[in-house]
């Protein structure tokens, strides 16, 4: 086990060393970590979902904790197939399949649609769950610089006729930068050089479109991009992923993706849950306007106070720090003043930025957010305390 060691030792020599912390949940926006309580601005409970779904399940009476088995097994019941439907109802699509998370969503389907003799365009700045799908596939790979469509455009021109087919793997809300993908000139890449788009909309669904379906349905390009994936872990409040599509794509993950196959289902109870918060999406049309009115605001109230910080309207705000030494210094003054914000530091986001990753949700309010921002300048002194 030395090599392991040092190779720990060398992570806190960087302030790069993680450990989990015991967190209790209080209320959508509070934590309780080591006894303090805390605001939470570290979670993706973008429209305070997730809360809903625990008070939900303990009305379920669930007959058994686990579902005991893989879904092509004995553990696909009536209620996973029900979610299945919904979720396909909701996204306006043929079909769609749960997998037991978001990551075993994006692994799955990249590494089973992604095959030998393709070619396989990913952005740097891509969730770890699509870059492991992407290492995963016998396609080859390559990534380009994030949202550089020029780059995207060379690598095409260069590469695209010396493969069968070609896919181009991204997130469409960035779940570090809090950005949005360049969708439009994506797809119209794809139709110059016959290629096929894959997108996460893991952080984007219940934030962006009409419906909540996420940043394609904002941009109308539903009908143009075939493979989609999502998680039901952000502001559907639950966990797990799924992908959907064509009844033909659908039935090749359930029969060529592993980590479906060869993983145990999600517990019935929590397939239950997750329906009844589905169904709340697209009626929250207003909840959408509001979180993202508030991050713009916030934004620019960061800006103001001198912070770096670019303007947008995602819930996913990142505030640069100089250094991972900073990050994680400034992240322990926050706690001090009752306020839980996540240092965000290399291997998670490259080598040379650290940051403060701010997570709005509906629930925060505007006590809360000035709180924060008071206890986030350098000369205060703890006055401005978290408003609970």
Sequence with gaps: MDWMNQALQQRRKQTLFREAKVTKRLSSTLVEINGQTLVNFGANDYLGLSWSSAEHSKNCCPVTIGSGAAPLLSGYSEHHAALESSIADFESSEAAIVFSTGYAANVGTISAVAQEGDLLLSDSLNHASLIDGCRLSKAKSIVY???????????????????????????????????????????????????????????????????????????????????????LSKAIGSVGGFAHGSQVLVDYLRNFARTYVYSTSMPEWVAISTKSNLARLSSMSRERTILRSKSSDLRHRLQVAGFQVESGDSPIIPIRMESA??????????????????????????????????????????????????SLSPNSAGVAQATR
């Design 145 to 231: 610089p994030h949202s550089d469509m020029q780059a995207v455009h060379q690598i095409l021109s260069q590469h695209r006729s010396q493969f069968k087919r070609c896919y181009l793997a991204t997130d469409t809300l960035f779940s570090m930068n809090g950005d949005l993908a360049k969708l439009l000139e994506i797809v119209s890449l794809a139709e110059t050089f016959d290629m096929a788009v894959i997108v996460d909309e893991a952080h984007a669904t219940g934030i962006y479109g009409k419906n909540g379906r996420g940043w394609v349905e904002e941009c109308g390009l539903e009908k143009q991009i075939a493979i989609r994936i999502g998680t």
């Design 325 to 374: 030494e900073i990050a994680v210094d400034r992240s322990n003054r926050l706690r001090e003043f009752g306020f839980y914000i996540p240092a965000i530091r290399p291997p998670t986001i490259p080598a040379d930025q650290s940051m403060l990753r701010v997570s709005l949700s509906i629930d925060h309010t505007e006590e809360q957010i000035k709180s924060l921002i008071n």
